[in-house]
């Protein structure tokens, strides 16, 4: 496709549930980035992968949460037992690939609701 | 501090209008600048990059201003359609480092 995908685009779930979300980047964009946004806040990251390099996850804020990518292809992003607090939409972004200094291009975000 | 840091408004001006967004970063060696829109309950999407010397498109105007670390957005003839948060964005350089701002609503009145 033309743009980075994420699916689903919403997801309501119980608290103590695992939830897989999942990112297809811009084909030939090797960096991937995962990002949180709280209703009303700013985009908080929480891990970047850039080809088959080590992702730097420190922007995880448990352990609860986790994020795997295969090369430069899908993401998935899995948060375990689920918590109120972790309502929110996630962002899946790549900047292309001449870097950073030429922006980011997001996905639609999938909007996770713990009840 | 934080690294990025904008007013949270809300701007609410009337069509027409000419309205300004600042935000102040605190890395001096911040390379690179941006300005985001993002639509209610819409991921954010690139406006403009701010260079150096300032750029314009259109009704829009950027600047920087390395000496006092900000920089600002400027609209002019504001539409109805230009009702959005603005999120300022700031590169420290290398693979990671990309800071966002918490935003600027602006709600442009009939």
């Not at chain 2, 840091?5 to 967004?21: K, R, Y």
């Not at chain 2, 300022?88 to 609503?105: D, E, I, M, S």
Request: proline content about 6%.
């Amino acid at each position: 496709g033309a743009g980075v995908s994420q699916s689903p685009s919403n997801k309501v779930t119980e608290k103590g549930k695992d939830v897989e979300l999942r990112c297809d980047p811009i084909s030939g964009h090797t960096a991937l980035y995962w990002y949180r946004q709280r209703l009303g806040q700013g985009l908080e990251f929480l891990i970047y992968f850039q080809g088959n390099s080590a992702p730097d996850k420190s922007g995880l804020p448990s352990d609860r949460f986790s994020a795997e990518r295969t090369g430069e292809s899908v993401s998935t992003l899995t948060i375990q037992r689920t918590q109120q607090e972790d309502s929110a939409v996630y962002l899946c972004a790549s900047p292309p690939p001449e870097g950073l200094h030429s922006g980011q291009y997001f996905g639609p975000g999938t909007r996770l609701t713990v009840t | 501090r934080k690294e990025v840091e904008q007013d949270p408004g809300p701007f609410n001006v009337p069509e027409g209008a000419t309205v300004a967004f600042n935000c102040t970063y605190s890395n001096s060696a911040s390379q690179s600048f941006f300005w985001y829109r993002q639509d209610c309950r819409k991921e954010p999407k690139l406006l403009m990059s701010v260079y150096s010397s300032g750029n314009e498109d259109g009704r829009f105007t950027a600047q920087l201003n390395r000496a006092s670390q900000y920089i600002s957005l400027l609209i002019r003839d504001s539409k109805l359609s230009d009702s959005a948060t603005y999120l300022c964005v700031v590169n420290k350089g290398g693979a990671n480092n990309l800071f966002f701002g918490t935003g600027t609503r602006l709600t442009v009145i009939p």
